[in-house]
């Protein structure tokens, strides 16, 4: 499915021609988010960089009857998204009944805030150009990881996985073969939560969920230029 990007949604214009979508389901830059309005409620689903993509925070709001309520909400936000993120940030969802009234705009308004089960939904800044890495950052999380080798920045690339006895494949030394580097980042970018890496020596280790994967030597000098490739965008970056 592709999902469209727009920039904002901070006037009524903006979001008259975003309903008037066949499909009112998009990504939002600013803030990062991504709205969906194809009901009576309105769901926004924040996608911050620490959450990248994993049980994001989730906010529906609307009422069973009506999409008059949820519209009443955005005009009296002045029609920006910002504003009615801000406003949902600030209550207190704490209390055992996860319904409640907001910003006294309608009696049938409700609010719940939770977490998305949409775990492979990563925000579009994450998928686009990935710049090379100037030194070694203070934690090697995905984003990092995928800089690294999206540039080429590191040496002698070998897996750190053991096969078990009489795994079909095993190398001589008991171990499995290394992955090839799209495989590696196309398992980055779908589920870049399950990855970490720590430096042992001179020597960077990848872990998927605290398994070890591969290894490599981290070299930060900047890339060449490149020929630019045919394709979007995450193809060419992957």
Request: net charge positive; proline share 7%.
């Given at each position: 499915?592709?999902?469209?990007?727009?920039?904002?949604?901070?006037?009524?214009?903006?979001?008259?021609?975003?309903?008037?979508?066949?499909?009112?389901?998009?990504?939002?830059?600013?803030?990062?988010?991504?709205?969906?309005?194809?009901?009576?409620?309105?769901?926004?689903?924040?996608?911050?960089?620490?959450?990248?993509?994993?049980?994001?925070?989730?906010?529906?709001?609307?009422?069973?009857?009506?999409?008059?309520?949820?519209?009443?909400?955005?005009?009296?936000?002045?029609?920006?998204?910002?504003?009615?993120?801000?406003?949902?940030?600030?209550?207190?969802?704490?209390?055992?009944?996860?319904?409640?009234?907001?910003?006294?705009?309608?009696?049938?308004?409700?609010?719940?805030?939770?977490?998305?089960?949409?775990?492979?939904?990563?925000?579009?800044?994450?998928?686009?150009?990935?710049?090379?890495?100037?030194?070694?950052?203070?934690?090697?999380?995905a984003e990092s990881l995928l800089r690294l080798l999206a540039n080429g920045?590191?040496?002698?690339?070998?897996?750190?996985?053991i096969a078990l006895p009489g795994t079909e494949g095993n190398t001589l030394?008991?171990?499995?073969?290394?992955?090839?580097?799209?495989?590696?980042?196309?398992?980055?970018?779908?589920?870049?939560?399950?990855?970490?890496?720590?430096?042992?020596?001179?020597?960077?280790?990848?872990?998927?969920?605290?398994?070890?994967?591969?290894?490599?030597?981290?070299?930060?000098?900047?890339?060449?230029?490149?020929?630019?490739?045919?394709?979007?965008?995450?193809?060419?970056?992957?």
């Amino acid at each position: 499915m592709i999902i469209r990007v727009l920039p904002q949604l901070n006037s009524r214009q903006q979001w008259i021609d975003f309903c008037r979508r066949e499909t009112p389901y998009c990504f939002v830059d600013q803030p990062e988010c991504l709205v969906d309005f194809q009901s009576t409620h309105l769901q926004i689903t924040l996608l911050s960089n620490r959450s990248q993509g994993k049980d994001a925070i989730k906010y529906s709001l609307g009422s069973r009857r009506s999409v008059e309520p949820a519209w009443k909400l955005i005009r009296a936000c002045n029609w920006d998204l910002s504003a009615v993120v801000a406003g949902l940030e600030q209550m207190d969802f704490s209390s055992n009944v996860r319904d409640n009234s907001l910003l006294g705009v309608h009696t049938d308004l409700t609010a719940r805030k939770f977490f998305s089960k949409e775990r492979s939904v990563v925000a579009p800044s994450k998928v686009g150009l990935l710049k090379p890495l100037k030194n070694t950052p203070e934690i090697w999380h995905a984003e990092s990881l995928l800089r690294l080798l999206a540039n080429g920045q590191y040496n002698d690339l070998r897996s750190e996985q053991i096969a078990l006895p009489g795994t079909e494949g095993n190398t001589l030394n008991g171990g499995i073969p290394t992955p090839s580097i799209n495989s590696l980042r196309l398992m980055l970018l779908d589920k870049p939560w399950e990855w970490i890496g720590q430096p042992h020596g001179d020597r960077l280790h990848l872990f998927r969920e605290r398994q070890p994967m591969v290894s490599l030597v981290p070299d930060f000098t900047p890339p060449g230029p490149r020929l630019k490739a045919k394709g979007n965008a995450r193809q060419q970056y992957l």
